[in-house]
């Protein structure tokens, strides 16, 4: 069972960026595809991005597609979203999210607000 830790959210102007990081301990990391998602109120959760578990294959949704970048680190058991370009209708709460590429169990970490505004 992983445990996933996100940090990095916070108040950032229309046009800013931030960069979100999830740690995850408890188990291999490498043996997780990872991803992240959002959830903005009144609105159903939605994928942002994923990644393969070597980290080799990405996939994004043409929502994202350009600003968004995932990214992981297995050494650091460290998966990270950089996120520019960043507008009102981002905001939302991120998720860091993980499925063992074995068993196809999935979890989730507790979130992280991102508010986009001046």
């Known amino acids: 069972q992983v445990q996933l830790v996100e940090s990095g959210g916070g108040l950032v102007q229309p046009g800013g960026s931030l960069r979100l990081s999830c740690v995850a301990s408890?188990?291999?990391?490498?043996?997780?595809?990872m991803g992240w998602y959002r959830q903005a109120p009144g609105k159903q959760r939605e994928l942002l991005a994923r990644?393969?578990?070597?980290?080799?294959?990405?996939i994004y949704p043409d929502s994202v597609k350009g600003r968004f970048t995932i990214s992981r680190d297995n050494a650091k058991n460290t998966l990270y979203l950089q996120m520019n370009s960043l507008q009102s209708e981002d905001t939302a709460v991120y998720y860091c999210?993980?499925?063992?590429?074995?068993?196809?169990?999935?979890?989730w970490g507790q979130g992280t607000q991102v508010t986009v505004s001046s």
């Open positions: 408890g188990s291999s990391f490498s043996l997780y595809y």
């Open positions: 990644i393969s578990d070597g980290g080799s294959s990405t």
């Open positions: 999210h993980a499925e063992h590429l074995l068993t196809g169990r999935h979890y």
